[in-house]
């Protein structure tokens, strides 16, 4: 079956550690996303990628990063830098940037801070 | 500048009576405009979508939109609601022409059904 797979489904981190978020997609789509989700603030967008090689910064990108080597794969990293990163983090694809298609989304990655 | 706002942060209402969640957006363009579903600790999934069409969409489960450029609303409804419709919705503006395809989240509405 095609679709998104993040894992892992639940997340634990030490204060000062960086962790990475996988987000694999079979659907070959162009375009990926990682947004984070808080309660009642929406979906805020952290990073995107419109093509193998290249991804640009959403709204909220400070102590993230991200890579897009391999078309069906677009790793989130938390990084030590992030100062409140416990939330629930959902990673999206769709056909192509410029194509207003909707996004397919994975079931989530809930991040605790311990 | 694209923008959504969903006007009701939370909406109850009993079984087997009419849902509306309201849904208002802002784009410099032709809009490309989205209702999603997400039940709790799942991921989003489209109820409908509206990309120039026709202006009544329906979507999985009953639910249905209407968008109405004068008003700038894109207003999702249910004629009866399921216990199982309750979740959280999302409305979604997309454009793909000058935003390069991002997607513009509204808050959310929380959809409470009473037996």
């Known amino acids: 079956d095609g679709g998104i797979t993040q894992s892992p489904k639940y997340l634990f981190r030490k204060e000062g550690q960086n962790v990475t978020l996988s987000c694999e997609q079979n659907?070959?789509?162009?375009?990926m996303y990682w947004y984070r989700q808080d309660p009642g603030q929406g979906l805020r967008l952290i990073y995107y990628?419109?093509?193998?090689?290249?991804?640009q910064k959403g709204d909220i990108a400070e102590g993230y990063s991200v890579s897009r080597e391999k078309k069906e794969s677009f790793p989130l990293t938390v990084t030590s830098a992030q100062k409140n990163p416990t939330a629930f983090y959902l990673c999206?694809?769709?056909?192509?940037?410029?194509?207003?298609?909707?996004?397919?989304f994975g079931q989530g990655t809930r991040l605790t801070v311990v | 500048a694209q923008s959504v706002t969903q006007l009701d942060s939370h909406v109850s209402v009993s079984e087997g009576t009419p849902v509306l969640l309201r849904c208002n957006y802002s784009?410099?363009?032709?809009?490309?405009l989205f209702w999603y579903v997400q039940h709790p600790n799942k991921g989003l999934q489209l109820l409908l979508k509206?990309?120039?069409?026709?202006?009544l969409v329906k979507g999985i489960n009953g639910f249905e939109a209407e968008f109405k450029k004068s008003e700038t609303s894109f207003h999702l409804t249910k004629p009866s609601a399921h216990m199982s419709d309750a979740a959280e919705y999302f409305c979604v503006v997309s454009d793909g022409g000058n935003q390069g395809g991002k997607l513009i989240f509204g808050q959310g509405t929380e959809l409470s059904v009473k037996p």
């Open positions: 990628s419109q093509i193998v090689n290249d991804f």
């Open positions: 509206y990309t120039s069409a026709a202006t």
């Open positions: 659907l070959n789509h162009d375009a």
């Open positions: 999206a694809s769709s056909i192509g940037g410029l194509i207003t298609t909707e996004a397919f």
């Open positions: 784009s410099s363009y032709s809009p490309s």
